[in-house]
């Protein structure tokens, strides 16, 4: 099989069953064309999900600098993905799972937070996200999306003595996405808690159920 030929033919955004159609190749043959486009360095993941997962298969083969950026990690780790049209790389030094979250609820994006919210699985220094979170002023915005994340998703337990720092902390307005405010009745004890408006309803939050 010459693999730099099948990703010139399927060269663009593919899904298996874009790749099965377009070959007309069973779905069976369409994934294990898929693993060895990845092998072969022509294809990448660009979307995460359990329903559907799309590839960008580029038949140049390009040298990566630096390291993933916060949308990379976010689709490596959340089984919601982002769809984002422009490669994100960070220079210096990785980031680590806590930053991401950080950097997530700075873009102050809908999208970009809902899918974070699965990396409160991923994390493991409580204590460099609540120093990271405090720093930037979002600490009790961190404490309740971790709230939220823990009614629908298996997180990592959090600490007492960061989910107090977190409660005590100062942030620079209420809304964690400006001006967006789910329905009331959803998240109201968590809003009460942490004195912040939770931008989510359990409809967005049970993309991770299914």
Do not use: C
């Not at 069953?17 to 660009?46: D, M, Q």
């Not at 689709?75 to 991401?100: C, F, M, Q, W």
């Not at 460099?128 to 939220?148: E, H, M, P, Q, T």
């Amino acid at each position: 099989m010459d693999y730099l030929e099948l990703a010139k033919r399927l060269e663009g955004l593919q899904t298996v069953s874009t790749i099965a159609k377009k070959l007309g190749i069973t779905k069976r043959t369409a994934v294990n064309y898929v693993s060895k486009l990845r092998k072969e360095g022509f294809l990448k993941n660009y979307m995460g999900g359990r329903k559907t997962r799309f590839y960008v298969i580029d038949p140049l083969k390009r040298k990566e600098t630096g390291y993933p950026g916060i949308y990379e990690i976010i689709n490596k780790n959340s089984r919601i993905g982002l769809v984002t049209r422009v490669k994100y790389r960070v220079h210096g030094k990785p980031l680590s799972i806590e930053e991401v979250i950080v950097e997530a609820i700075k873009t102050n994006d809908y999208r970009v937070i809902l899918a974070s919210l699965d990396l409160f699985r991923k994390v493991k220094d409580w204590s460099k996200l609540k120093d990271l979170a405090i720093k930037n002023k979002i600490g009790r915005k961190i404490g309740a999306l971790y709230d939220v994340a823990r009614k629908f998703i298996r997180v990592r337990r959090m600490d007492l003595r960061t989910r107090t720092a977190l409660l005590n902390s100062k942030i620079n307005n209420r809304y964690i996405i400006q001006n967006l405010r789910g329905e009331l009745e959803h998240f109201k004890d968590i809003e009460v808690t942490w004195r912040v408006y939770i931008p989510f309803n359990k409809n967005d939050l049970m993309r991770y159920k299914e």
